[in-house]
């Protein structure tokens, strides 16, 4: 049984408020058409309406043609249709016209992550917390990219870890909540052998995500190397019932089962 791999998470929207602090914060003002289509364009984005967000975004340009957070818009929406290239191109120009905005070097560093770009995206996050400490996506993904390091590169994954461990632990005091975080703890913790403090930390992702499967099969594997093996396969099933379809899960509450037996 092993645990399974956590997986770069794409930088969320940015909220409507934090769009509108971030186009006053240290230039001149926005102008008053660019800033209602740009909240436009976020409204589509969550709502899902890609084109649209598209238009927005592009027609606040018109009225101001060096607007970042137009052009964090747009690499949104390019990047929400899996156009990689199109993405770090406008997420890119955003950051030049204002290096002082952290969701576009968090988003273009999110970005860099998907095309492969291990190091300059390792950058990009730690230039997005330079400006803002708490802005936790970029936090996560920091954290995400060094536990990938880490499995590149078994010769310094001590070292790595420990960074990713410390950028976790960091993300936790400004989102205590946040379950990925706790999911990706209790990863490195299983693939190092440390199945106590896994099982603890997979416990706490499932609580406040309780329809995770990957945090219920963590939670099931981690209870069968520590020979608790009933409750090993009741979170097995657990699984299952978040996912039917999740062979892992499948798999594993076999191997819990024989173990109990």
Not at 243 to 257: I, Q
Request: hydrophobic fraction near 45%; charged fraction near 30%; aromatic fraction near 4%.
């Amino acid at each position: 049984m092993t645990s399974r791999r956590p997986a770069a998470s794409p930088s969320p929207i940015l909220s409507l408020l934090a769009v509108l602090l971030a186009s006053c914060a240290g230039r001149v003002a926005v102008h008053p058409r660019a800033a209602e289509e740009l909240l436009r364009g976020y409204r589509y984005v969550a709502e899902k309406d890609l084109e649209r967000a598209e238009v927005a975004f592009a027609h606040a340009l018109e009225f101001d043609p060096d607007l970042p957070e137009a052009l964090n818009g747009l690499g949104i929406v390019a990047r929400t249709r899996e156009d990689v290239g199109g993405a770090l191109r406008r997420f890119e120009r955003a950051v030049r016209l204002d290096p002082d905005f952290a969701e576009g070097h968090a988003n273009l560093g999110e970005a860099l992550l998907a095309s492969g770009r291990l190091d300059a995206a390792l950058r990009e996050f730690e230039r997005a917390l330079a400006v803002d400490p708490d802005l936790a996506d970029a936090r996560q993904n920091l954290a995400r990219a060094l536990l990938r390091r880490g499995l590149e590169d078994p010769a310094r994954r001590r070292e790595t870890w420990a960074r990713a461990r410390r950028a976790y632990l960091h993300l936790l005091e400004s989102e205590p909540g946040r379950a990925a975080a706790h999911h990706d703890l209790a990863y490195m913790d299983f693939v190092e052998g440390r199945f106590e403090r896994a099982e603890a930390s997979y416990r706490r992702a499932a609580e406040l995500a309780p329809a995770s499967h990957e945090a219920l099969h963590g939670l099931c594997i981690s209870l069968v190397r520590l020979g608790r093996c009933d409750e090993g396969a009741r979170a097995c099933e657990a699984c299952l019932a978040a996912a039917p379809a999740a062979d892992a899960c499948r798999a594993s509450l076999r191997g819990a089962l024989a173990c109990a037996e």
